[in-house]
Nanobody
Framework: QVQLVESGGGLVQPGGSLRLSCAASGFALDYYAIGWFRQAPGKEREGVSC????????YYSDSVKGRFTISRDNALSTVYLQMNSLKPEDTAVYYCAAYRGLFRQCTLSTDPDYWGQGTQVTVSS
């Protein structure tokens, strides 16, 4: 079964850190660029970061630049989003998305080949 599975969400205090994982099953993640999105209640889904396939270009939205780091471990078919200095406004469901293409550049198109099911991140004291 082909799927993306996010994990690592949870409740954290402001200033804390979390590391989200996006794991692929049923396909080789190194042939895909990966994007991370988030959606807070009552708001539209927002692209926050992406990483290319073999092209390891990266992108961060202004809202997370300097605090979040995206990386990939192709041997484990997993992409990570390290989130530091978390703020209450980072509270959202976080989704990863996969875009087919060995040399696919970083993208945050809302029409990926696969979406994950999402993981909740709550930043609150």
């Amino acid at each position: 079964q082909v799927q993306l599975v996010e994990s690592g969400g949870g409740l954290v205090q402001p200033g804390g850190s979390l590391r989200l994982s996006c794991a692929a099953s049923g396909f080789a993640l190194d042939y895909y660029a990966i994007g991370w999105f988030r959606q807070a209640p009552g708001k539209e889904r927002e692209g926050v970061s992406c990483i290319g396939g073999r092209d390891t270009s990266t992108y961060y939205s202004d809202s997370v630049k300097g605090r979040f780091t995206i990386s990939r471990d192709n041997a484990l078919s997993t992409v990570y989003l390290q989130m530091n200095s978390l703020k209450p406004e980072d509270t959202a469901v976080y989704y990863c998305a996969a875009y087919r293409g060995l040399f696919r550049q970083c993208t945050l198109s809302t029409d990926p080949d696969y979406w994950g099911q999402g993981t909740q991140v709550t930043v609150s004291s």
